[in-house]
């Protein structure tokens, strides 16, 4: 029998829970969470606290943590072809959406465990789940993110959106505990400055732990970027339910997800020859890349028409995505 593919089934899952919202209780309590993540202070009780928040985060979140742990996940898989998790574990995964992006990411079944302190979005996690047969023996268990969390061990870990909610031990104890029981890290957060420091602090920890970064950066050596100065994120595009709109006043069908991330692992991997950090602009005759290379740096160059294939190549590339000639193409 054919299922739908994950991304799929989450959508017409998440179309379900939105029917059953009163609009006006939703946007309330959608800009009510956003204010919350939004904040610089870690919280220390868990930010979903009944069913109604947790439905409104679900409908309004999930769709843009998807796609942007999709795309982390992608950049992770094209550096490590041929593997794949036989085991998984998300923490602070709220109500699964990076378990969902696994799934859609790597075909067959895994032993799946959701950790997060919210009952409430355990609990509408297990019931979305329930909208796919990959997803049904996924065990969801609370747990406590922080300085005493313990791990088995396990393939894959992914963190997504949680480092801001902690203070710099819980931070500094979640990294270490992922990097002590798994085979590779994925780490997605918001795409701002303070979430780039974030996922950089993250970044050196596992390095650090004997990690080699696998995506986005083509090195695992220090980043580049000179703090303060600018950040390295990214973005994924993500269809707006009508709940987006609603809060948002737009009627744009789609927005730009921005997020920062890393994947790191202990598995022999081949990053990158190089990456596109920002959107790549088309002139007459020209683009121009803004890449991060394998030698430590940030180099604009310029690809032409009379590099071909390379120039088509150009033309095609979007933000995010790996290059492959960091030599060939002229700096500026």
């Known amino acids: 029998m054919n299922h739908p593919a994950p991304a799929d089934a989450l959508r017409a899952a998440l179309a379900e829970l939105v029917d059953g919202l009163p609009p006006r209780q939703a946007a309330q309590a959608v800009e009510r969470l956003i204010g919350h993540y939004r904040g610089d202070t870690p919280t220390d009780a868990p930010i979903l606290r009944d069913r109604a928040d947790v439905v409104a985060y679900a409908a309004y979140r999930m769709p843009a943590t998807f796609a942007a742990v999709r795309s982390a996940l992608d950049a992770f898989a094209d550096a490590v072809p041929g593997w794949a998790p036989g085991s998984h574990v998300d923490l602070g995964g709220g109500t699964g959406a990076a378990t969902w992006a696994v799934g859609d990411t790597w075909e067959g079944s895994r032993a799946v465990t959701v950790l997060d302190w919210a009952e409430p979005a355990l609990a509408l996690g297990r019931e979305i789940a329930a909208a796919h047969p990959a997803l049904c023996d996924v065990r969801w268990q609370r747990s406590r993110i922080g300085a005493a969390l313990t791990l088995e061990d396990t393939d894959l870990v992914t963190v997504s ?3 801001n909610e902690l203070t710099a031990a819980d931070r500094s104890a979640l990294v270490d505990a992922a990097a002590g029981a798994a085979q590779a890290v994925v780490i997605v957060e918001a795409g701002t400055p303070d979430g780039y420091a ?3 602090e993250a970044r050196d920890r596992l390095v ?3 990690f080699r970064v696998a995506a986005p950066c083509p090195h695992s050596a220090a980043c580049p970027i000179v703090p303060g100065t600018d950040w390295c994120h990214f973005a994924a595009r993500v269809s707006r339910s009508s709940l987006h709109r609603q809060v948002k006043g737009g009627s744009l069908a789609y927005e730009d997800e921005k ?3 890393v994947a790191a692992t ?5 990053p990158a020859p190089s990456r596109v950090v920002r959107r790549p602009q088309i002139r007459k005759g020209q683009v121009l890349l803004d890449l991060c290379e394998p030698d430590e740096q940030l180099l604009r160059r310029t690809v032409t028409k ?4 390379l120039y088509k190549a150009a033309r095609d590339a979007v933000w995010g995505d790996a290059w492959p000639d960091a030599v060939n193409s002229p700096a500026e």
């Open 161 to 163: 959106y949680v480092l």
């Open 198 to 200: 974030r996922v950089i």
């Open 208 to 210: 650090a732990a004997g």
């Open 259 to 261: 997020f920062s991330y």
């Open 266 to 270: 202990r598995l022999p991997a081949s």
């Open 306 to 309: 009379r590099h071909g294939d």
